[in-house]
């Protein structure tokens, strides 16, 4: 994407990936926002071709290990989720109860102001900080992404928090379809 300084040169290698809400506006306070972005990861390994390692969600950003099945473009599914969680979660915004729908949406605005391709809100930053991960490499993330939450003081243990693959990782089956990295 454009304002990336980290290219996913190998469509279909490992990555590590951090989705950013612009303005690091802490959207991902209320369940219902999260649920939605667990049911479009979900959406997108069935029927998109992504494989999903491990995953979190904070409160202004996402975190994944993924990569895109063999016949499909990492790049792709990656423009394709994020378009269509950002129009699904703004459309929340506008119809559930929001206590902050007016500030969120005047920054999603202010966001995209002098954008051409924007028609209104821009949710996500563009870049994606794709770090393509060495086999060496995922033990680390791995365990960054399921600290998050602890070192956020959600929980005290990782397994604890409903929105990553932490669950997964201790035996207990999450919420997305996770492939665990032996």
């Not at 999260?34 to 959406?43: G, H, T, V």
């Not at 929001?98 to 949406?105: A, Q």
């Not at 028609?119 to 490499?137: P, Q, R, T």
């Amino acid at each position: 994407m454009s304002g990336d300084r980290y290219f996913i040169s190998d469509q279909n290698a490992i990555y590590f990936l951090t989705f950013t809400v612009v303005g690091w506006i802490d959207v991902f306070t209320r369940r219902e926002y999260k649920l939605e972005i667990a049911d479009s990861l979900n959406y997108c390994i069935k029927e998109k071709g992504l494989t999903v390692f491990a995953w979190c969600i904070m409160s202004n950003h996402i975190h994944l290990i993924a990569r895109a099945k063999e016949g499909h473009k990492l790049s792709d599914i990656i423009r394709d989720f994020k378009k269509f969680t950002a129009k699904q979660i703004i459309k929340m915004i506008e119809s559930e109860p929001e206590s902050r729908r007016e500030w969120m949406l005047n920054q999603f605005e202010y966001a995209g102001r002098n954008l051409n391709r924007i028609k209104k809100y821009k949710f996500w930053k563009d870049d994606n900080h794709a770090i393509e991960l060495e086999s060496h490499m995922t033990d680390g993330r791995l365990n960054y992404i399921h600290q998050n939450p602890v070192n956020a003081m959600i929980v005290e243990e990782p397994e604890h928090y409903i929105f990553s693959s932490a669950k997964d990782y201790a035996g207990v089956k999450g919420i997305v379809e996770v492939e665990l990295i032996s």
